[in-house]
Structure formats: C-alpha cells, structure tokens
C-alpha cells in the first residue's frame, strides 16, 4: 500500500470512527482534538485502528500520537506482521 | 412513611416491556433455548434464556454502546422505560435521585472478551475496566439521566437485586433521597462464566436437546438452573411526594429483609431462608398471615427447591400449603443479579392485576416439594401482600415484601 492509499484508508477508518464529523475537514495535519476527540476518545480510536490496521501501537509511543499524520507515519513505520 | 412504586421496566426473554412480558409470563411462554449468542458446543449446558433481537443502537449512540457492557446496556434499556413510565422526576432536585442497582458479575462479557484478546496477545480495549465494573449500569443511568444523589451497586450474587431494592427502600425511609431508581441487571450468558457454574455443577445438562424443558423448579427430574439475563427496574418514591405529583402508583414496597447463613459459601440453609423471610415481613409491618402470594426464588436446582419449600412451610406452617407461589425462572431462567427485581415486578404485577403467573414444567412434582405452585396454568386471585424470595451464593437471603395501598 503505498502512503496516498494508506492517507486515504486512514481518514476513511477516521470518519467511519467519529460522529458527526465532515470526512473533508479531515487532513494529516488534523490534531485529535481539532476532531472533536477527548483523550478517551483518542486511545478508543487507537485501539481500533489496531484492528483495522493490524499494527500493535507501542505503550510508550502512544503519548506522541498526535495527529492523523502520526497514524499514517507509524502504520507505514510498522507494517503489519508477515506482510513487511 | 410509605414508600411507593411508580415506575418499573423490564428486559428479559420473554418480553423487553412490561406489558409484553406480563402477557407472555401469565401465559406460561417458555424463554428457553439453544444459545445464540455464542458458540455454546464445548459447554455441558448449551441452553439459556437470551434476550434474543436486543439491540442497543436503537437507543444508544455507536460511542455509548462501544463503552458499555451488555448489561449495563440491559440496565439502561430498562431504566429508561421505568423513567418514561414514572415520568416526572424533573420536579425533584437532582442530587436527591438516587440510583441503587444490583449485579451479580457486572460487565463479565467484557471481561471475557478483553482476556480472550490479552490471551492472543491483542491490545486490551481501553474501555475495558469501565465496562467491566460492577457499578458501571448505576453511573451509565446517573449520567444518561442526571441523577446525582447517591449511587450505589449492590453484589451478592443472586440476591443482588433484592438487596439494591431493599437499599432503595432505607435510602428512601432515612431521607436520603426522595426518588431512587433500583433492580437489578445481568448479562452472563457466557462461556467462561457458564463454564464455571458447570464446574459446580449448578447448570441443567439434561436438556440440552429439549430447552424449553428444562427449567422446571419443583418438577421431579429437574438437574440444575438455566443460565439467564435481563434487567429490571423500579422507580420508587415517598407516597406523599407520589401522590402531590399526579404520578400512578403500582404497588408500596412495605418491608425488606435479609439474613445470612454464616454456614457455606454455596449451599443454601432453612434457617437463613426463614430467617429473612422474617424479617421483610417484621420489616412491612404484616404477618405471616397475611402473606397471599409468593414468588419464590425457584431456580430448579434438585437443592435448592426442596430448601425453599421446606423454609416456606417453616416460616408459615400449615398456611404454607393454602398460599399460591410461582416460579418466574421457570419461563426465564436464572438472571442471578436481575432476577430478584424480575420477580418483583411479577409481585407487583400480580398485586395489579389479581392474577398469578404459572410456575411452567411442573406436570409432576418432586415428592419433597408439596406446596401449591401455580402449575403450568395461571391462577386468579386477589392479592394483597406479596413476598419475593431471593437466595445467593455468599449464604445471602433477602426476601421484599409489595402490598396494594
């Protein structure tokens, strides 16, 4: 997958995520919050793109996962499983 | 002071509101059946009463459902039909609303959902412990709701239910709120859980082949409980403050009472029985003899029916034989945590309508159980007083005591 299509798969999980939202005010520069995400919000939608995404985001590196970019950057960082 | 009923709502396997499940419990509907909820082949008893075609998006946002557990999703479902139906509440201040709620095993579904994952090496949900929580259904109805008085969960296995009503009861009497919505709720149809009651073996096995046989409190040939699920809700108040209201009141819940056995973690003991049913009726106010129905803990356990009978007859003596007492689980199953709240609502069901639900499955009854208890068909009969019986592992009794105005 290369990154425009992974950008794309993102923002759509992204949308299909969070309620009410505008799928076109959605960017990589978009910060959790600016989508209307708390903080418990956020680690729900981590979690889930975990599944969806097959990637495991490490504990520690959670905390620097800010923006809709820094999902895409660290899905293609660590691909999933058998398939790198 | 008395303390009233002004609001109830129900899940369960035969009916997810009042009406329906009245209907379907007065006309002895079996709720029985082969689990579908889960792939049940590797469990010895396959069978349960699920609330089958439940779905929560109809009533929660996609956010609420994914942080909450099936049975605070029962819970909620329940509550808000009481709420709807007692409507009103809006005129008291909300930290005097009380929400006093019992469960036996709280969000076990998750529990065993998030521990198959850890097993697979998966991340946990980070919703996990808010969903598991045993008092997460009582802070889900304070939030949906906005009742902030006191809030408090209950757990004593299958008397959960009772004891977070009778707590709703002294809550009310103390002054310590003016309105509180209780029951109990319970979503344990689950492999992992089921599995557990197996070991003990609590769970019919018989009737695996033939579900909407097997449970058959009091019926000879009966081989364990069946495991189920639901909630039910009431909405309680002081008369006056009912009355000064306009809101309709169903029945008063006159007394509450509990004992426990101090003898063994699961078996059940006469005298703890009787010593409860004591108390909830010293605690109302009547006597013995005043008692006209009882809905009785009957979970179809070769024990415990015989326990139960045999505590009946000691508490009322030759009057135990004259007093009509049903069964509910024997429609429904055993929804530990709810089942008390559920048998409430058949009380004060019966207490409105003057007609008492059947105990299903009893073609022939177990030589040690001699009493009269509903057999298969529904009986009419005015009532007055009605006792709810219900018994838990821990060597919890807790008996409530409904009477009309």
Known sequence: MDTAELEA????????????????TITTASKFEELGLDSMDTVQLLFDA??????TFDGDEVKNLRTVGDIITYISEHPPEGKG | MRIVVTGMGIVSPIGTSIDQFWKNAVAGTNGIVSIQSFDAAK???????????????????????????????????????????????EGYEPRRLAVSLGSGMGGFSTFESSAARRFQNKSVPPFTVPRIMANSAAAWIATKYGLKGINLTTSTACSSGANAIGMALDLLRNGKADAVVTGGAEACVLPLTMFGFEALFALSTGFNNDPAHASRPFAKGRDGF?????????????EDAALK??????????????????????????????????AALDDAGVTSGQVDYINAHATSTPIGDVVETKAIKQMFGERALEIPISATKSMIGHSIGASAAIGSIA?????????????INLIEADLECDLNYTPNTAAQKKVQTALCNAFGFGGNNVSIVFTTL
Do not use: W
Request: charged share 20%; with cysteine.
């Open chain 1, 9 to 24: 798969k993102v923002i759509e999980f992204i949308a299909s995520k969070v309620e009410n939202i505008d799928t076109s």
């Open chain 1, 50 to 55: 975990e599944d969806a995404f097959g990637v």
């Open chain 2, 43 to 89: 469990q010895r008893s396959r069978i349960a009463g699920e609330v089958q075609g439940f779905d929560p998006a109809t009533f929660l946002s996609t956010k609420q459902i994914e942080q909450t557990d099936r049975f605070t999703q029962l819970a909620l479902h329940a509550a808000q039909q009481a709420l709807e139906d007692a409507g009103g509440l």
């Open chain 2, 226 to 238: 069946v495991m189920g699920e639901g909630a039910g809700i009431l909405v309680l108040e002081r």
């Open chain 2, 245 to 278: 209201r306009g809101a309709k009141i169903y029945a008063q819940l006159a007394g509450y009472g509990c004992a426990c056995d101090a003898t063994h973690i699961v078996a059940p003991d006469i005298d703890g029985q009787v010593a409860a049913m004591q």
């Open chain 2, 347 to 359: 009380a004060i069901m019966t207490l409105q309508t003057g007609t008492i639900h059947p105990t």
